[in-house]
């Protein structure tokens, strides 16, 4: 992707986004307009049902904006021809969700390699990737654990090395510490804010936990 370093690291531009129930339409997002630095790690806040989610599918392009545009370093990813946007979406973008979704009948290793064989790349060096990554989220003990052998934390751990092993530009967290107790919360944080502070990683994450805004760098609040 062709980018320009002298414009921002992601622009979201009167967004707009509807959905429809019994030919009724259901106005989610109107006219959200912000943006966000490279770095930055922004918590995204409002009630439940005022769009976060909504908001965090279309930046991470899995779903389209009725309106308005969403560029990242000037590219406006929705533009790109389909392979060209598939692979953006795969390589550009890690997501972590409340629930991991972890597949079940594979290691946490296996899980982590996943996002790197879709492209192809060589086994070996996958392997070794995704064993570096492990060892980054403190799990270096867990190499061929399945999920079911891992605590909640453990698992939501595995999510966030699966949602970094491309190396994305930007890492997507929908309440990801909303299926944890408080000690694994906290101790997801701790993990988010170091991977921030160590590899200048941008996270976005729409949260209800004040602690996570307490320690975001930014909060943006959808009324």
Same mark, same amino acid.
């Given at each position: 992707?062709?980018?320009?370093?002298?414009?921002?690291?992601?622009?979201? #531009?009167?967004?707009?986004?509807?959905?429809?129930?019994?030919?009724?339409?259901?106005?989610?997002?109107?006219?959200?307009?912000?943006?966000?630095?490279?770095? #930055?790690?922004? @918590?995204?806040?409002?009630?439940?049902?005022?769009?976060?989610?909504?908001?965090?599918?279309?930046?991470?392009? $899995?779903?389209?904006?009725?309106?308005? #545009? =969403? *560029?990242?370093?000037?590219? &406006?990813?929705?533009?790109?021809?389909?392979?060209?946007?598939?692979?953006?979406? &795969?390589?550009?973008?890690?997501?972590?969700?409340?629930?991991?979704?972890?597949?079940?009948?594979?290691? %946490?290793?296996?899980?982590?390699?996943?996002?790197?064989?879709?492209?192809?790349?060589?086994?070996?060096?996958?392997?070794?990737? @995704?064993? #570096?990554?492990?060892?980054?989220?403190?799990?270096?003990?867990?190499?061929?654990?399945?999920?079911? @052998?891992?605590?909640?934390?453990?698992?939501?751990?595995? @999510?966030?090395?699966?949602?970094?092993?491309?190396?994305? $530009?930007?890492?997507?967290?929908?309440?990801?510490?909303?299926?944890?107790?408080?000690?694994?919360?906290?101790?997801?944080?701790?993990?988010?804010?170091?991977?921030?502070?160590?590899?200048?990683?941008?996270?976005?994450? %729409?949260?209800?936990?004040?602690?996570? %805004?307490?320690?975001?760098?930014?909060? =943006? *609040?959808?009324?």
């Amino acid at each position: 992707m062709k980018s320009d370093k002298n414009l921002p690291f992601l622009k979201v #531009e009167s967004v707009y986004k509807s959905f429809w129930n019994n030919r009724n339409e259901i106005s989610v997002l109107r006219n959200v307009t912000f943006t966000i630095d490279e770095g #930055e790690v922004v @918590a995204i806040m409002g009630p439940s049902g005022i769009g976060k989610s909504t908001l965090l599918n279309l930046i991470g392009t $899995l779903d389209t904006p009725d309106s308005g #545009e =969403i *560029y990242f370093q000037g590219q &406006n990813p929705f533009e790109l021809p389909e392979k060209e946007f598939a692979k953006f979406r &795969n390589t550009r973008i890690g997501f972590v969700f409340q629930f991991h979704h972890l597949l079940p009948e594979f290691t %946490a290793l296996e899980n982590v390699i996943i996002p790197l064989i879709i492209y192809k790349t060589d086994i070996e060096k996958a392997e070794s990737s @995704a064993k #570096e990554m492990l060892r980054r989220v403190g799990l270096e003990e867990r190499f061929n654990h399945r999920p079911s @052998a891992l605590s909640g934390g453990e698992r939501q751990r595995v @999510a966030v090395a699966r949602a970094l092993i491309n190396n994305p $530009l930007v890492v997507l967290a929908d309440e990801p510490s909303g299926n944890l107790d408080l000690l694994n919360s906290k101790m997801l944080i701790d993990l988010l804010m170091e991977i921030n502070r160590n590899f200048n990683k941008t996270f976005i994450i %729409a949260t209800h936990n004040p602690s996570i %805004a307490e320690r975001s760098h930014r909060v =943006i *609040y959808l009324k």
